[in-house]
């Protein structure tokens, strides 16, 4: 089993084992993906070949020519690719990950100057390397991001902590779509960076390195407005800077210098507009086109509405998307299989506000006064990134098609140190010795990642 073979791999290494386990899990998938037989039976992927074939004089025009690639353009990445080929056309295509589909447009040029290949292929090629890349940068940022909150007072207990997260990254159910065009793995480095860089600006305000702090602070927010442009759920992130704003003034509001308070609020407040930033410039965009009726088309009618958002708009009129909309009988089946996701992203979010836990007071080796304030700060920090993880599972059931959770979940790090840390406390150092649920849990996510792999090449569901 790949976590057992990162749990036992000598510490001295630990960024090159994960790679390589990257690597190697990542190949897999893509066996998998390449001997699935037929094209799928859906064909929105060969009409989309077909109107790359009007492309003359250069080769691989067409994307069927490719195989592999072929197998990998499916579902929403039809979109993605269409729009980064040739921009948003149809009014629902600007719920398509505004700033994914830009960052698409740019390196499918490139690599058609390059490579001499039409745009479609371009395309194609360049939103599976990004998933790649990132997929592969976000494994690393969560090694640090774990590493970073959970301390170095005991390395090798902290280490494989990291590891065992990071590990835990790679096999995770969002699967296929962290490797084909989605914007999934990109946000999620975004985040993960974000969520680095915020923890960082925590422990700088510990130490009292106030520039340091803001810096890392205001950047934070910039790299979470950068996955809000991705994914919408990215403006769940605010609630960080909430909470952060929230403790701040309970805890100092008594205190005599106002100015250092003001200062911390003005900050949080910047980094939370940042994070904003990434939904309203693609609003911004659409507003000036729909919004401003001339003789092709008349205003449309979410441009009336108090808060005129396309984005909103789209997920209500055309996939109908609203509160407690999706929960009919026919959608039993989806609610059953993301069941197993929303029970980790609860219970995790109780294990990560519960007022102690062994993660956190086990992983120091200080005495009880040093190993009480390190656990404080410790819980702090998780009890904030862990927000808006319960708010995307909340979101989940009540608004969203609950099934792209086991997708959108893989972005958010406190259920991954939910599984490693019991992993770590059930056990020694000798061997994997992990209770049955948590051993349950693992199997299931790598059984459910290499059938779904098989699926979404053949356009079936789950997606």
Same mark, same amino acid.
């Given at each position: 089993?790949?976590?057992?073979?990162?749990?036992?791999?000598?510490?001295?290494?630990?960024?090159?084992?994960?790679?390589?386990?990257?690597?190697?899990?990542?190949?897999?998938?893509?066996?998998?993906?390449?001997?699935?037989?037929?094209?799928? @039976?859906?064909?929105?992927?060969?009409?989309?070949?077909?109107?790359?074939?009007?492309?003359?004089?250069?080769?691989?025009?067409?994307?069927?020519?490719?195989?592999?690639?072929?197998?990998?353009?499916?579902?929403?990445?039809?979109?993605?690719?269409?729009?980064?080929?040739?921009? &948003?056309?149809?009014?629902?295509?600007?719920?398509?990950?505004?700033?994914?589909?830009?960052?698409?447009?740019?390196?499918?040029?490139?690599?058609?100057?390059?490579?001499?290949?039409? &745009?479609?292929?371009?395309?194609?090629?360049?939103?599976?390397?990004?998933?790649?890349?990132?997929?592969?940068?976000?494994?690393?940022?969560?090694?640090?991001?774990?590493?970073?909150?959970?301390?170095?007072?005991?390395?090798?207990?902290?280490?494989?902590?990291?590891? #065992?997260?990071?590990?835990?990254?790679?096999?995770?159910?969002?699967?296929?779509?962290?490797?084909?065009?989605?914007?999934?793995?990109?946000?999620?480095?975004?985040?993960?960076?974000?969520?680095?860089?915020?923890?960082?600006?925590?422990?700088?305000?510990?130490?009292?390195?106030?520039?340091?702090?803001?810096?890392?602070?205001?950047?934070?927010?910039?790299?979470?407005?950068?996955?809000?442009?991705?994914?919408?759920?990215?403006?769940?992130?605010?609630?960080?800077?909430?909470?952060?704003?929230?403790?701040?003034?309970?805890?100092?509001?008594?205190?005599?210098?106002?100015?250092?308070?003001?200062?911390?609020?003005?900050?949080?407040?910047?980094?939370?507009?940042?994070?904003?930033?990434?939904?309203?410039?693609?609003?911004?965009?659409?507003?000036?086109?729909?919004?401003?009726?001339?003789?092709?088309?008349?205003?449309?009618?979410?441009?009336?509405?108090?808060?005129?958002?396309?984005?909103?708009?789209?997920?209500?009129?055309?996939?109908?998307?609203?509160?407690?909309? @999706?929960?009919?009988?026919?959608?039993?089946?989806?609610?059953?299989?993301?069941?197993?996701?929303?029970?980790?992203?609860?219970?995790?979010?109780?294990?990560?506000?519960?007022?102690?836990?062994?993660?956190?007071?086990?992983?120091?080796?200080?005495?009880?006064?040093?190993?009480?304030?390190?656990?404080?700060?410790?819980?702090?920090?998780?009890?904030?990134?862990?927000?808006?993880?319960?708010?995307?599972?909340?979101?989940? #059931?009540?608004?969203?098609?609950?099934?792209?959770?086991?997708?959108?979940?893989? &972005? @958010?790090?406190?259920?991954?140190?939910?599984?490693?840390?019991?992993?770590?406390?059930?056990?020694?150092?000798?061997?994997?010795?992990?209770?049955?649920?948590?051993?349950?849990?693992?199997?299931?996510?790598?059984?459910?990642?290499?059938?779904?792999?098989?699926?979404?090449?053949?356009?079936?569901?789950?997606?």
């Amino acid at each position: 089993m790949l976590l057992r073979e990162i749990w036992s791999y000598p510490l001295d290494k630990p960024k090159p084992a994960l790679l390589l386990y990257f690597v190697v899990w990542k190949l897999l998938l893509l066996v998998i993906v390449f001997t699935s037989p037929g094209l799928g @039976y859906d064909t929105s992927t060969r009409f989309l070949a077909e109107e790359a074939g009007n492309e003359y004089g250069k080769p691989g025009c067409n994307l069927l020519d490719s195989w592999l690639l072929a197998k990998l353009v499916r579902w929403d990445a039809i979109y993605f690719v269409q729009i980064a080929k040739r921009g &948003a056309i149809f009014e629902q295509e600007w719920a398509f990950g505004w700033g994914f589909t830009r960052l698409l447009t740019c390196l499918g040029k490139g690599i058609e100057r390059s490579a001499r290949l039409c &745009a479609l292929s371009s395309t194609a090629t360049a939103g599976i390397i990004v998933s790649h890349v990132a997929h592969a940068l976000s494994v690393l940022v969560l090694y640090d991001l774990s590493y970073l909150v959970h301390g170095a007072s005991a390395p090798k207990r902290s280490l494989r902590f990291a590891m #065992l997260s990071a590990g835990l990254h790679i096999l995770s159910p969002a699967g296929i779509f962290l490797s084909t065009a989605y914007a999934e793995s990109t946000f999620a480095f975004l985040n993960f960076f974000g969520m680095y860089l915020y923890a960082t600006s925590v422990k700088k305000h510990r130490e009292q390195r106030f520039t340091l702090r803001d810096f890392t602070l205001v950047a934070s927010g910039l790299s979470f407005g950068f996955a809000t442009s991705l994914r919408s759920n990215g403006l769940l992130n605010g609630a960080i800077f909430g909470y952060d704003a929230l403790s701040t003034i309970s805890r100092e509001i008594h205190l005599e210098n106002f100015g250092v308070l003001l200062r911390r609020i003005f900050f949080l407040s910047i980094a939370g507009c940042l994070t904003a930033l990434g939904a309203l410039i693609p609003q911004y965009f659409a507003y000036n086109e729909y919004c401003f009726p001339n003789e092709a088309f008349k205003k449309r009618p979410w441009c009336e509405h108090t808060v005129p958002s396309i984005y909103g708009w789209v997920q209500d009129h055309y996939w109908r998307v609203g509160f407690l909309r @999706y929960w009919t009988l026919s959608n039993f089946p989806l609610f059953l299989l993301a069941a197993p996701m929303l029970l980790i992203l609860l219970s995790s979010g109780l294990w990560a506000t519960r007022p102690t836990s062994a993660i956190f007071d086990r992983i120091n080796s200080f005495s009880s006064k040093d190993q009480n304030s390190i656990g404080l700060l410790d819980r702090e920090i998780v009890r904030r990134l862990v927000v808006p993880q319960v708010f995307l599972a909340a979101l989940a #059931l009540t608004f969203y098609h609950v099934q792209i959770i086991n997708r959108i979940s893989s &972005a @958010y790090p406190v259920w991954y140190w939910w599984i490693a840390s019991q992993m770590i406390e059930k056990q020694g150092f000798g061997g994997m010795r992990a209770t049955h649920s948590v051993n349950c849990i693992t199997r299931c996510m790598l059984i459910y990642t290499l059938v779904q792999g098989g699926l979404f090449s053949g356009f079936l569901p789950p997606a």
